[in-house]
Every structure is written in structure tokens, then in C-alpha cells.
RNA sequence: GGGCCUGUAGCUCAGUCAGGUAGAGCGUCGGACUUUUAAUCCGAUGGUCGCGGGUUCGAACCCCGUCGGGCCCGCCA
């Protein structure tokens, strides 16, 4: 059974109604290990659907959680606000300096400016989650009940925190971080309490106090998350592995959820998503893909199909280059079968079965449209690749399609695609060796491997497209009169052609390539490999 | 120290929850196709399931131990 379905199944032995929720602190750019948070609680809110099941997918913006540090990416304008909320301050203009017009006038914050790409990134992707915004939350009362029951009983939360982490608290901790006179989360000592007044000292030597009914501070992160899960309802949420680990939060949030008073959410541990070569991402060492880049690249269908066809346990390696491609034909020979009658067949293994399964599960995920299956384009990404590179305009590519596939016309998400193709073909992330390259000097390897057969085709084949008159059916005419003339097969007129032009054994057809270079340049070019 | 995830064919992985002949795709090799958009089709190759014990008629799977990789036990999400 398909990963989804097995979290559909544990929902269903909990009640009808299901909340399942995710959360991000847009506290930087996003990356694509952060679609693999959203996309893994979209695929358990379709797949509860499909089991008859109700059931929403929540976003939870922490923009309540504080500025952690300067980071490269800020100006030092930052300093003062490090350890205030990412909702309370100004968004980074593209020099990084806070952008405080926009910030009065609009309201325009920090948490804003990273989640809106975010967002228009995962609506792309078939997902659109209900926003919770984090502070507007706290502002609002929402966590004044938990925060209350925390703050009544403080000694029960340690004994929880202490007993399950098996870390020691701090004598001064309280279940409440206040906002200092500067608006900060940082250093402050509370001095007293009673509901719903916090007392407090700040690092600036001043005392203030707080509601915490109305967001004048936050739930330190242990208690802010089981308190989260009770008044939104949460049934079910997937999060990264460090939340997962035994005396990780998810393990006091447990606990401490059910002293709040509800049961904690069927929790999924997901696996880190990291780039190929470069270890996990971060983004202070700027090896980070973002959603937005991701996508540039890559058809929604294909990186949802990445998600949901590696179980959440496993840690995905992204490779933007060669991995992209095999992923995407990987996707496609997958699509273009028909499952269904597959499975009918009664003498399939149990395995066989089950891989039969959990790939049409997949498939089925993969579609931004949760109403309709992903069909197979019927044309490869490795085919498409290469009509790009060749084709500068895109009629070229359906007209080319029209012969070769048969497509009267080109279908939206084709159209998608080659818009995708040729953003990644112009990017650093297009390997080598899909590009399709024309020597510009002999390769003296590639001739020396050709059978005298074969190197007897230069001469002919050189007379024979300085004759053409250049034009992809007219050096299709000349291959065959090298042919002809040099008396051999096509096939050793290829392999020689393929030596002489691209370095290679075999490759692309040749003639729609050579139509399109200068053909002084390829007639010298087979005139050196004479000499050679 | 405590714990979680992970290790299966050259590569990516499925199969482990419910023990029953070791699986898929890619790659590689071979054949077919007498113009080949890295094509397509057919066939073949390929694994002491990290290692060592135990339970069992039978273990990739359960138990114990051990080794390698990743991660957590921070007011970090």
C-alpha cells in the first residue's frame, strides 16, 4: 500500500474529520526541502479524501517565532531587530535593508516577503493550503487557554520537558516569553505572574509586563506547537526528522497536548531533502534550490511525482542535472502504461502487485489537479531536450512533433514544458552531456576508432554537402549519396558522420543539426578530419 | 550516554508492519530495424539482502549483537 494510503487508514480509525497541518518559519528563502513538507500533507489530505474521508490542509506560518541572527542575505540594519517576531518587522529590500515604507504603509513584514513566492510556488503546484498565520493567532487569543494552563502550572511542564528531553530547564524558565520594551523575545527574566499578566525584566534593565491573552510574547516552541494542534483541531501532521527523534518536540508535544487537553496529531517523519553532491541545503551556504527555481525547471508533475513515489522515511538526493532527466522519463514510461489492466492480471507476484500499486498510487498523486490523473505527454524529456536545442522557435518543435509523435497541436502542458526546457537548458543545472555539441576540431579519438570502411566516407561525404544545397532534407539526400558513392551501408555513413561532427559513436539526427550550423564551418571541419 | 532513520544488482529503489523460490526501472552486453531526433522492439547479464549470532521446517523480513552513513536529545524549525 502506498504511503499515503497507510496514513488515510490510520486517519480513518480516528473519526471522519480530518485537519492536516504543516508549518514553515519564513524566516529566509524557501527551498525545495520545504515543498517536501507541504506536498507530503497534501498528499495525505487527497489520499484521506479518497478513502471518503473529510480533511483540510493547514499552513502554519510561524511568523511568531523571532529573527534568529543577521543573516548574510541582511543588512546590519537587522541587528537591532534580531529576537523580534518575523511578523512584527520589516521586510529586506533587494539590498537587504529593511524596508520600512512598505512595512508602515501596507503592513508589508519579514514573513511576508518570503512566504508570498512560496505561496505562488505551491499554488503552481496544485496546492493551496488554508494560511494560519502564527502571530495573528496569538494576537487574536487564540493560545490564551494553553497559555493560561501552562502558566498556572509551570512546574508540570518542566517536569514533562525535563522527564522526556532529559535536558535540564533553567531555574528562571517559564512557560512565557514575553516582548521586551524593545519588542524583543531575547533576555528577559520573568519576575511574576498571574493570569493574565506576565512580569518580566528586560536585558535593558527595564520592567514591563504582559498579556499573554493577547500575544504581548510567545509559547516557547515545545508548548507553542501542542497548543497549535488544539485549538486548529489538528489530526494529523508530517514533520521533518529533527521534530521526530525521542525527546525531540513532537515526544513533549505529546504529553504536553494531552495536559492542554486533546490528543496529539498522527505525527509522519519525513527524511531531508538534499542537493545531489552538495550534502544537505543550507542556505548560508547558498547551495539551496529554491520552490520557485525548482519549478522553473521542473513540471509540477515531476516533482510531485519525486515526492510521492519516495517514501517519506527515505532522504532524497536532488540532482537538477542527469537525475532531473531520468526522474522525468522515469515519470513517463510510468504514466504512459496502463496500470489498471496490469494489475488484472491474476499471476502477478505479491511484489509485483504491490509495485503495480503503489506506482499508480503515485501517479495518481502526481497530477496538480487532484480531479484528473497526469496523462503521459507521449514525448520524453530527453526527446524534448534535444527538439530544443535545436528548434530556436517553438513551431519548429511542434512541427517536428506533428511527424514524429503525431500531435496535431501542442497541448498546454507541452507548452509548459518546452517553456520549462528552455529556462533549464539556459541554466547552470543542464549536464554536459545532454548538450548537443558540434566539434569545432577534429576528434582525433572518435576517427581513429572508424573502420577503413568508414574513414572512406569522408571524402564522399565532403563533395556530397558541398553540393547541397543545405537545408535538412537536401543534407539527408547528401548522407545517402556518400553512401552511394563510397559504396557502404548507411550505418557506417552515420558512425563516420557522428565521428566527424559530434565526436560520438551515434546521437541525434544529424541533418535538421547540420541544417542549422554554417555549413563553410562543416565542410572544413570534414576537410580536417581528412587531413587528420 | 540515550534514541530515530538508513544499508538489498554497477545506479535509484521496492519487498521488512502480516516469515514461504530475490524483484522493478535504469545501466551494461547481444540481436533485430537496409535514414537513427542519444530511438524502438526482442533477448541476456547481473545480488553470500552491511556483518555475526539466535528463533524457525523455512529469515532480506522476527530477536540479540555489531559495523558504516545521516540526524536528534538547544528558547532550532
Redesign the pocket.
Known amino acids: ?1 502506498h504511503w499515503s494510503d ?1 496514513m488515510a487508514q490510520r486517519l480513518a480509525e480516528r473519526g471522519n474529520d480530518h485537519i492536516i497541518a504543516t ?3 519564513p524566516s529566509g528563502e524557501f527551498h525545495i526541502g520545504h515543498l517536501r513538507e507541504i506536498l507530503t500533507g497534501d498528499m495525505i489530505a487527497r489520499a484521506a479524501r479518497k478513502a471518503g474521508l473529510n480533511a483540510t490542509l493547514v499552513f502554519v506560518v ?1 511568523n511568531a ?2 529573527l ?1 541572527k543577521v543573516y548574510p542575505f541582511l543588512s546590519q540594519a537587522y541587528e537591532s531587530m534580531v529576537g523580534h517576531q518575523l511578523g512584527a518587522i520589516p521586510a529586506p529590500d533587494e539590498n537587504g535593508e529593511p524596508d520600512w515604507d512598505r512595512f508602515h504603509t501596507e503592513g508589508w513584514t519579514y514573513g511576508d516577503h518570503f512566504l508570498k513566492p512560496f505561496l505562488a510556488a505551491l499554488a503552481q503546484i496544485g496546492v493551496r493550503p488554508t494560511l494560519l498565520p502564527n502571530l495573528e493567532a496569538y494576537r487574536s487569543g487564540k493560545f490564551a487557554d494553553a497559555a493560561k494552563k501552562a502558566c498556572d502550572e509551570p512546574e508540570v511542564i518542566r517536569e514533562i ?1 525535563e522527564r522526556i ?3 535540564e ?2 531555574d ?3 512557560p512565557w ?1 514575553p516582548l521586551d520594551s524593545q519588542g524583543s ?2 533576555g528577559l527574566t520573568v519576575t511574576g505572574y498571574e493570569f493574565p499578566t506576565v512580569h518580566w525584566t528586560d536585558r535593558h534593565g527595564v520592567s514591563g509586563s504582559s498579556d499573554i491573552s493577547k500575544g504581548e510574547g510567545k509559547l ?3 508548548l507553542d506547537w501542542p497548543a497549535k494542534w488544539g485549538f486548529n483541531n489538528i489530526t494529523c501532521e508530517p514533520f ?10 513532537y515526544d513533549t508535544g505529546k504529553e504536553i497536548a494531552r495536559f492542554f487537553g486533546h490528543e496529539p496529531p498522527v505525527p509522519l ?1 519525513y ?2 531533502i538534499s542537493l545531489k553532491g552538495q ?2 541545503m543550507s542556505s548560508s551556504a547558498g547551495n539551496t534550490i529554491g520552490p520557485i527555481e525548482a519549478l522553473e525547471l521542473v513540471p509540477p508533475e515531476i516533482l510531485r511525482f519525486l515526492i510521492a513515489d ?2 517519506p ?5 536532488f540532482d537538477a542535472g542527469m537525475g532531473l532527466v ?1 526522474l522525468a ?2 515519470f513517463e ?1 510510468w504514466a504512459s502504461r496502463d496500470l489498471e489492466a496490469e494489475l488484472a492480471d491474476e499471476s502477478l ?4 502487485r ?2 503495480l500499486e ?1 506506482a499508480m498510487a503515485a501517479l495518481a498523486l502526481a497530477s496538480p489537479d487532484e480531479t484528473n490523473q497526469a496523462s503521459s505527454t507521449s514525448v ?1 524529456f ?2 524534448l ?3 530544443a536545442q ?1 528548434k530556436t522557435d517553438d513551431e519548429q518543435v511542434w512541427t ?1 512533433l506533428a ?2 509523435h503525431n500531435l496535431s497541436q501542442p497541448t498546454d502542458e507541452l507548452n509548459d514544458r518546452l517553456r520549462r526546457m528552455r529556462t533549464w537548458i539556459a541554466s547552470p543545472h543542464f549536464p554536459e ?5 558540434i566539434r569545432s576540431h577534429p576528434d582525433t579519438g572518435a576517427l581513429a576508432a572508424l573502420s577503413p570502411e568508414q574513414k572512406g566516407v569522408l571524402g564522399p561525404l565532403h563533395d556530397a554537402l558541398r553540393a547541397c544545397s543545405w537545408t535538412t532534407d537536401s543534407i ?1 539526400a547528401a ?2 549519396e556518400a ?1 552511394e558513392r563510397a559504396e557502404v ?3 557506417d555513413v ?2 563516420a558522420s ?1 565521428a566527424v561532427f ?1 565526436g ?1 559513436e ?7 543539426i547540420l541544417a542549422t550550423c554554417d555549413q563553410d564551418a562543416m565542410l572544413d571541419l570534414v576537410n580536417a578530419c581528412l587531413e587528420a
Request: aromatic share 6%; net charge positive.
Open positions: 500500500m497507510v508549518g514553515i518559519t510561524d517565532d523571532p534568529r520537558i528531553s532529559g535536558r530547564l533553567p528562571q524558565w517559564f516569553q523575545l531575547d516557547p516552541w515545545r521533518g526528522k529533527d521534530h521526530g527523534a525521542a525527546g525531540g518536540s517523519t527524511e531531508w550534502g544537505a519516495t517514501k522515511s527515505k532522504a532524497i538526493d531520468n522519463d522515469d514510461r507476484s505479491r511484489r509485483q504491490v509495485q503503489d520524453s530527453r526527446h531536450a534535444l527538439l535545436i517536428s511527424k514524429s552531456e545532454m548538450k548537443v555539441n539527408t548522407l545517402k553512401a551501408g548507411m550505418r552515420y558512425r557522428y559530434m560520438a551515434r546521437g541525434p539526427r544529424l541533418a535538421p
